[in-house]
């Protein structure tokens, strides 16, 4: 995701085939996500930031532009869940996409938020937490 100065959105692309995202659990279908995606600023990398984006237009309807979701087939086991693929064209996030608990953007400039920094080990252990929490109220 590049942050772009011009309009103060971020830009989220994805470069190749190969760098698309797996999504398991209703990827296929999903109006939102939590995309992880490498936060760069002025050209230099920070690393793998979590973004809220919409998907789709409604529940149920189509997907935004530049966003293009393929199931990913048969699977060895549960077959029922519609997991994805994702790639992203150019697509405009705005700035309060950026869920900026670690990091933010301050006058065009990357900001680490707190003390602690923005690390994948952050991103894995909430996202842990949360299928837990999940799992304990079903």
Do not use: C
Not at 4 to 15: A, C, I, K, N
Not at 51 to 73: H, N, T, W, Y
Not at 106 to 113: K, L, N, P, R
């Amino acid at each position: 995701a590049e942050w772009s100065p011009d309009t103060q959105e971020f830009v989220l692309h994805t470069p190749s085939d190969r760098a698309a995202k797996n999504w398991i659990s209703q990827g296929f279908v999903a109006e939102l996500g939590v995309v992880i995606a490498d936060l760069r600023v002025k050209g230099k990398s920070h690393g793998p930031h979590p973004f809220l984006m919409k998907l789709r237009d409604g529940p149920g309807g189509a997907l935004l532009s530049g966003i293009r979701v393929e199931d990913m087939g048969t699977k060895t086991v549960a077959n029922d869940l519609d997991n994805a693929r994702v790639w992203f064209d150019g697509v405009r996030l705005p700035k309060s996409s950026l869920l900026n608990k670690y990091a933010d953007i301050v006058d065009d400039a990357y900001v680490q938020v707190g003390r602690e920094r923005m690390r994948i080990e952050v991103i894995g252990q909430r996202l842990l937490t949360g299928r837990m929490a999940i799992a304990e109220a079903a």
